[in-house]
């Protein structure tokens, strides 16, 4: 006798239907045509006959059969009806042959929905299918910025190259992000073996990820995944067995759970409060106390870098302040070598705190951390969501607002150059800030930007000269070998040479002399154990961790200008992001009395109308500038895509024919 399927997969219908109206859901199938309107805007998109996953199979084309069958696509209609007979029949023909006749479904949002072979996917899916063949026409939603659009957008532009359908994020840019760490350049097509060995390490990663839990986060077995790939990288991902990979993930559990939140980052302005010591405290160590070994972690060196030499100065003054309390380490050109060995040697050796100056640090960072949870490890970098490394930076754009009020006043024709290091989370709002700083004080004025990691600092100055620009900003620091002149800050440059007006200030000594403070005193790590976020601190001029100084050739009543907006400024009754902004579009952000939020500030990636001049897209740049905008550009930067909407394939009628 013929062993019967369809009482089983009954029961499963009726379990999955008292579910749903348990928990006040609708428990049949939705109806595509519910969901999609039928107004003829809607584009359709024939995309061929495609593998969909049996998973995102969710709905029928029509409502002619959505009440045959539960959320689950198990029947629900009795034992003796037709219905019932032909599922049946069906099912004993796959058993004996296999079903090969694709379906057709409608593909929305990356959700299918069926118009031909209902009862298929129901059998297909009561054996566990993965995969099932399918003839797909794609429907494009109007395009309307939210967020979950946009995601889908990113979606449609990876699958015209990956044709990859079954990995899905919740935070945008991921997509290309995933493309980068699997080492591929923008829209490169992938091959067939590309396809195969990713399936195959999705569906381990996934069998690991939700037999430790995963299925009880909201975020998605992708995110979990991208997660994972930028600790341990793709490669060891591929290589790794499933007990391998369930250890790893149980060590990066807080990583993975982070990927849930909504917001990842939690923003500290302040330091966290410490406990006053003596004044003697403050120059001798304590008695007993164990002595910190800090590292300080360098991809440059001082000699050639202003950036590395400005570190380098901050780690000097904390060795001397804390007068043996503290030994530090310097480990330079650390690209030049193997970064994840390094951070491996540094710990070794005995570092119990490391800082890595530089944002192109941050993967070996993250790894280092999560496989040496003892260890402080922190990254010099902005806007970077991750549990295991703390991140700081400091709120530079306050400074740059008040230079730029010195050279709007400054300025003799209105013209103001300024020369930028690379498209990153902070920079923008400094370049922005500056520019906001000029028009307040000289409404016509126009800023001209330049980009040092587009032919060099050198070459970025030159261009402005040659357009008769005199007055220029350009570095923050400088390095060991210019400290003596006038390369660096806001300066006039004139046939005669240079004259140095005023120069901005990172005060890194004192930033590292905080923190030790604090790790010392283990607030910092309360306020780490506390949050389930990721921590990026992001002090300002308040704090004393960035200032400005000018030279005598501005005039008094210019310096006295320049001090009254630092009192506003550190005081609070001073943003220089308040009121309403006008970008080089013609879009206005913000309101009315109203300051931008941080967030606003730092993910800024647009300038203000005031500024002549771009921000460059990926190609344009540096090796250095590209890979330092891997780790932390912003998103015109950052972004490896063409228009996702464009189609690669021949578009079928308008929707309201496509229904046909």
């Known amino acids: 006798m013929t062993e019967t399927y369809y009482g089983d997969a009954l029961k499963l219908g009726q379990k999955e239907y008292r579910a749903c109206v348990d928990a006040g859901v609708e428990p049949c199938l939705p109806a595509f045509d519910d969901i999609v309107s039928r107004d003829g805007t809607a584009t359709g998109v024939d995309l061929g006959l495609v593998q969909v996953p049996a998973e995102f199979i969710v709905g029928t084309k029509t409502?002619?059969?959505?009440?045959?069958?539960?959320?689950?696509?198990?029947?629900?209609?009795?034992?003796?009806?037709?219905?019932a007979t032909k599922w049946e029949?069906?099912?004993?023909?796959?058993?004996?042959?296999?079903?090969?006749?694709?379906?057709?479904?409608?593909?929305?949002?990356?959700?299918?929905?069926?118009?031909?072979?209902?009862?298929?996917?129901?059998?297909?899916?009561?054996?566990g299918a993965v995969v099932i063949s399918a003839h797909v026409t794609r429907i494009l939603p109007e395009q309307n910025g939210e967020t979950e659009n946009e995601i889908y957008y990113e979606f449609v532009s990876f699958y015209r190259y990956s044709k990859v359908n079954f990995i899905e994020f919740s935070k945008k840019g991921s997509y290309a992000k995933l493309q980068t760490e699997m080492g591929k350049e923008a829209e490169e097509a992938?091959?067939?073996?590309?396809?195969?060995?990713?399936?195959?390490?999705?569906?381990?990663?996934?069998?690991?990820?939700?037999?430790?839990?995963?299925?009880?986060?909201?975020?998605?077995?992708?995110?979990?995944?991208?997660?994972?790939?930028?600790?341990?990288?793709?490669?060891?991902?591929?290589?790794?067995?499933?007990?391998?990979?369930?250890?790893?993930?149980?060590?990066?559990?807080?990583?993975?759970?982070?990927q849930q939140e909504e917001s990842p980052i939690e923003l500290k302005l302040t330091p966290p409060e410490e406990k006053k010591p003596s004044i003697l405290a403050r120059v001798l160590p304590v008695t007993g106390s164990k002595?910190?070994?800090?590292?300080?972690?360098y991809d440059k060196n001082p000699e050639t870098s202003g950036w590395t030499n400005g570190h380098d100065l901050g780690r000097q003054h904390v060795q001397t302040l804390f007068n043996g309390q503290i030994i530090t380490e310097t480990y330079l050109d650390v690209m030049e070598d193997d970064p994840?060995?390094?951070?491996?040697?540094?710990?070794?050796?005995?570092?119990?705190?490391?800082?890595?100056?530089?944002?192109?640090?941050l993967p070996a960072s993250l790894r280092a951390a999560v496989d040496h949870p003892d260890v402080t490890i922190m990254n010099c970098s902005l806007n970077t969501s991750h549990r295991y490394v703390r991140t700081y930076y400091a709120r530079m754009y306050e400074v740059k607002f008040i230079t730029g009020v010195i050279a709007g006043t400054l300025t003799e024709d209105g013209r103001v150059g300024y020369v930028c290091d690379y498209p990153i989370f902070g920079q923008i709002a400094g370049i922005n800030a500056f520019a906001l700083g000029v028009q307040m004080v000289n409404p016509r004025a126009k800023v001209y930007l330049e980009w040092s990691s587009i032919g060099g600092g050198k070459?970025?100055?030159?261009?402005?000269?040659?357009?008769?620009?005199?007055?220029?900003?350009?570095?923050?620091?400088?390095?060991?070998?210019?400290?003596?002149?006038?390369?660096?800050?806001?300066?006039?440059?004139?046939?005669e040479g240079q004259q140095m007006l005023a120069v901005p200030i990172w005060q890194w000594g004192v930033y590292y002399e905080k923190i030790l403070r604090?790790?010392?005193?283990?607030?910092?790590?309360?306020?780490?154990?506390?949050?389930?976020?990721?921590?990026?601190?992001?002090?300002?001029?308040?704090?004393?961790?960035?200032?400005?100084?000018?030279?005598?050739?501005?005039?008094?009543?210019?310096?006295?200008?320049?001090?009254?907006?630092?009192?506003?400024?550190?005081?609070?009754?001073?943003?220089?992001?308040?009121?309403?902004?006008?970008?080089?579009?013609?879009?206005?952000?913000?309101?009315?009395?109203?300051?931008?939020?941080?967030?606003?500030?730092?993910?800024?990636?647009?300038?203000?109308?005031?500024?002549?001049?771009?921000?460059?897209?990926?190609?344009?740049?540096?090796?250095?500038?590209k890979a330092t905008v891997d780790m932390v550009g912003v998103e015109p930067a950052a972004k490896r895509t063409a228009d996702a909407a464009e189609p690669e394939v021949k578009e079928t009628e308008n929707m309201s024919e496509t229904g046909k």
Not at 350 to 358: A, E, I, L, R
Not at 464 to 490: E, H, P, Y
Request: charged share 25%.
């Open 518 to 625: 604090r790790i010392l005193d283990k607030s910092l790590q309360n306020e780490y154990e506390s949050s389930s976020k990721a921590l990026n601190y992001y002090w300002g001029m308040a704090e004393g961790v960035v200032d400005f100084a000018c030279s005598e050739a501005v005039p008094e009543s210019v310096r006295k200008l320049a001090g009254y907006f630092k009192t506003g400024i550190c005081s609070g009754t001073c943003n220089p992001f308040s009121g309403v902004l006008h970008t080089q579009s013609g879009e206005t952000i913000g309101k009315a009395n109203e300051d931008l939020s941080l967030e606003e500030i730092i993910n800024m990636d647009y300038l203000v109308d005031n500024v002549e001049g771009t921000i460059p897209v990926y190609s344009e740049l540096t090796t250095t500038g």
């Open 459 to 495: 070459s970025a100055i030159q261009r402005l000269t040659d357009r008769g620009i005199q007055l220029i900003s350009s570095q923050d620091l400088a390095k060991q070998a210019d400290r003596d002149n006038t390369s660096f800050g806001l300066s006039r440059i004139t046939e």
């Open 190 to 258: 992938w091959t067939d073996e590309d396809r195969s060995r990713f399936k195959k390490v999705y569906y381990a990663f996934r069998e690991a990820y939700e037999a430790k839990g995963g299925k009880k986060l909201d975020s998605t077995v992708g995110d979990a995944m991208l997660a994972y790939i930028k600790v341990y990288g793709y490669e060891a991902l591929c290589d790794s067995s499933i007990a391998e990979i369930k250890k790893n993930i149980a060590k990066m559990w807080e990583e993975v759970a982070l």
């Open 63 to 83: 409502k002619g059969r959505t009440t045959s069958f539960a959320r689950n696509f198990m029947p629900l209609l009795a034992e003796n009806t037709e219905f």
């Open 291 to 297: 002595t910190l070994h800090v590292a300080f972690l």
């Open 89 to 127: 029949k069906l099912c004993q023909a796959h058993l004996k042959e296999g079903i090969r006749d694709p379906i057709k479904v409608y593909e929305y949002m990356n959700r299918f929905y069926v118009e031909e072979g209902n009862k298929r996917v129901s059998v297909l899916k009561f054996f």
């Open 340 to 361: 994840q060995s390094v951070l491996e040697q540094v710990i070794a050796e005995g570092n119990n705190v490391v800082f890595t100056t530089s944002p192109r640090l």
